[in-house]
């Protein structure tokens, strides 16, 4: 196993790491819309921008492992509003054009009370 930690996507807050890749597969952890830079939460209220803040960080999680949106083979997507399902969608459709098999789902209440989180199963070339 290897474990990514890298300084482009927010650190882990807790006993986990931004991914594992393991059998020739990369685990990521859930990315929310940290601003790795700050620990501040980015687009306070919008979804987009948070949205966008979240694939910014996916990104930097595949990229440190030689990887990007088109290894992704399968996504797990939370919302804290499926109300935002239309506008998110057209957010995450930018950056998974390869169309990996995907569950979407509203949760009560994501960490710091984002709007959505996103994580990503890809493949090791």
């Known amino acids: 196993m290897k474990f990514t930690n890298t300084d482009k996507a927010p650190a882990a807050v807790g006993p986990y790491s931004q991914a594992v890749a393991a059998n020739g597969f990369l685990f990521t952890s859930g990315q929310i819309a940290l601003d790795p830079a700050t620990g501040n939460i980015v687009g306070e209220g919008d979804v987009v921008a948070q ?49 990996p098999a995907r569950s979407c789902v509203a949760v009560k209440t994501l960490p710091k009370n984002v709007l959505c989180e996103v994580e990503v199963i890809a493949e090791m070339k």
């Open 51 to 99: 949205a966008e803040q979240v694939m910014k960080n996916l990104s930097a999680v595949l990229e440190a492992n030689g990887l990007t949106f088109t290894d992704a083979i399968k996504t797990t997507c939370f919302l804290a509003d499926m109300g935002d399902f239309a506008v998110f969608n057209e957010v995450y459709g930018k950056y998974f054009t390869s169309k």
